[in-house]
């Protein structure tokens, strides 16, 4: 069965910081990189960030330099370390393999607000 389960969402003040975090089903996080997405309100699901096997990270240019993907290959879990956050930060985010497969979980709703 195939489950992807993300957490650590919440309310937080711009310039805060959240650390989201994913576990997936072993056969999901042994067999591909791992990405995490957002989407906010009307728009599209976009990818956010994503990490290979190998270690190698890339990271959508709205976030880059704020935002840190890692994962934890023993507990099969794939975080996203968020700081500098920004109101246009605010969405639901979602992990997955990267690319995605059709497994989609229930995502964690990060509101970026004063």
């Known amino acids: 069965q195939v489950q992807l389960v993300e957490s650590g969402g919440g309310l937080v003040q711009p310039g805060g910081s959240l650390r989201l975090s994913c576990t997936a089903s072993r056969s999901i996080f042994s067999r591909f990189a791992m990405g995490w997405y957002r989407q906010a309100p009307g728009k599209e699901r976009e990818l956010v960030a994503h990490?290979?096997?190998?270690?190698?990270?890339n990271y959508a240019d709205s976030v880059k330099g704020r935002f840190t993907i890692s994962r934890d290959i023993a507990e099969n879990t794939v975080y996203l370390r968020m700081n500098s956050l920004k109101p246009e930060d605010t969405a639901v985010y979602y992990c997955?393999?990267?690319?995605?497969?059709?497994?989609w979980g229930q995502g964690t709703q990060v509101t970026v607000s004063s």
């Open positions: 990490i290979t096997n190998g270690g190698f990270t």
């Open positions: 997955n393999g990267y690319p995605a497969t059709i497994h």
